[in-house]
């Protein structure tokens, strides 16, 4: 049984930082690419961040380019999404998640695993 496990999120003042974990069991963490998603109430859940097997290619979407940074430990089975320069929209139940495809993708219904999700809210 595959399992993802998210910790880190809170509540932070605009323009602070969080970095956000997710561990990964069950499974073979280095042959997957992860994902960041995040959904806000009342919206779809969106694409965050992905990185590929190995941490040889990042892609960020726009909103978060610049102010995020996704990061992989395989010895550990984690992946990372560190945050900076934090705005109040930014809130939202973050989620990691694995794909077994080596295409990149950010469509949410491409990935195979997923967390429970952690909360990030950011004051202003």
């Known amino acids: 049984q595959v399992q993802l496990v998210e910790s880190g999120g809170g509540l932070v003042q605009a323009g602070g930082s969080l970095r956000l974990s997710c561990v990964v069991s069950?499974?073979?963490?280095?042959?997957?690419?992860m994902g960041w998603f995040r959904q806000a109430p009342g919206k779809e859940r969106e694409f965050v961040a992905r990185i590929s097997r190995l941490g040889v290619s990042r892609y960020y979407a726009d909103s978060v380019k610049g102010r995020f940074t996704i990061s992989r430990d395989d010895a550990k089975n984690t992946v990372y999404l560190q945050m900076s320069s934090l705005k109040p929209e930014d809130t939202a139940v973050y989620f990691c998640a694995a794909d077994e495809s080596t295409y990149f993708t950010s469509r949410a219904g491409d990935y195979d695993y997923w967390g429970q999700g952690t909360q990030v809210t950011v004051s202003s």
């Open positions: 069950g499974r073979t963490f280095s042959t997957n690419a």
